[in-house]
């Protein structure tokens, strides 16, 4: 019950799952790998991806983590299935989470998904959501330029907004109410995002909803942490490490002034 939650990512995007469930389960300790050398994971060919995944749970396995969360779409829809087979611990992804919740927000049954060329390409997100509710309209568009913008810090800009705008900004034609950010990197670029799609618009981050869904998974295997003493969170990234740390500063926040954490750079692939 003392182990940590391991959670990965392509970079610094699960640090979003990573802060829910900071948030929502302060007791439990957390152990992260982004894999910052090798971002982005989108364009990268599904087995790349999955071999890359393979390779940071092994790593991550060494920390005898209770539960693997997958915080990174592309890696969900590519590996998931792989990386459950291959470990006797839950893992959870962020895909199902992210449809569940958009499917509890739209009204008009019209539910948009940005992504990375992966995700996207996958199909993952519209199988997802047809799985729950078939008659839902989904409109799915890549983008391929958000997480280096995001990686490299870069989340108000003018050229932030020019590239969200020349990407999403033709989605306000289509009657949807609800609009998926199928990366967990795009919540960093979230204020811009609803500038352009438009205030009436429910952006949807999976990282919520990815928290609920571990915290029910351990709550119900009896494997949530107890006792008072605080966590010593470990965080990991595979690449220059001040873009990381600068980031996950910023991002988590109060966060990580409640608890102490320790930052690490590993030898990986």
């Known amino acids: 019950m003392q182990q940590p939650i391991a ?30 050398a090798r971002a982005p994971y989108g364009p990268r060919d599904p087995k790349v991806v ?31 299935e792989e990386i459950r087979a291959i470990v006797d611990i ?32 996958s199909g993952a997100y519209e199988h997802a959501l047809l799985e729950i509710s078939p008659n839902v309209h989904v409109i799915s568009e890549a983008c391929p330029l958000f997480v280096p913008l ?41 204020d811009v995002i609803q500038e352009v799609v438009g205030p009436d618009i429910n952006l949807i981050s999976s990282a919520d909803e990815t928290a609920r869904e571990v915290s029910n998974i351990l709550q119900d295997q009896g494997m949530l942490a107890r006792g008072e003493v605080m ?22 926040g109060e966060q990580i002034e409640l608890t102490p954490v320790v930052w690490q750079v590993p030898q990986i692939g």
């Open 150 to 190: 995001v990686e490299k810090g870069n989340f108000r800009s003018l050229q932030t907004y020019e590239t969200i705008r020349s990407s999403i900004g033709h989605l306000r034609k289509f009657p949807m109410d609800s609009l998926i950010l199928g990366c967990t990197h795009y919540p960093f670029l979230a």
């Open 7 to 36: 959670i990965l990512d392509s970079g610094v995007g699960g640090l979003t799952v990573a802060r829910e469930v900071m948030r929502q389960l302060p007791r439990e300790k957390i152990v992260y790998f982004g894999d910052t």
């Open 50 to 80: 999955t071999r890359f995944t393979r390779e940071i749970v092994d790593y991550l396995i060494q920390f005898r983590p209770k539960m693997i969360v997958i915080a990174c779409n592309t890696a969900t829809a590519f590996a998931l």
């Open 231 to 252: 966590p010593v969170h470990q965080f990991f990234c595979s690449g220059e490490p001040q873009m990381f740390k600068s980031i996950a500063q910023q991002w988590l």
């Open 90 to 121: 839950p893992v959870v992804g962020v895909i199902k989470p992210g449809a569940r919740a958009a499917l509890g927000r739209t009204i008009t049954g019209c539910i948009g998904v940005i992504g990375t060329e992966g995700t996207i390409n």
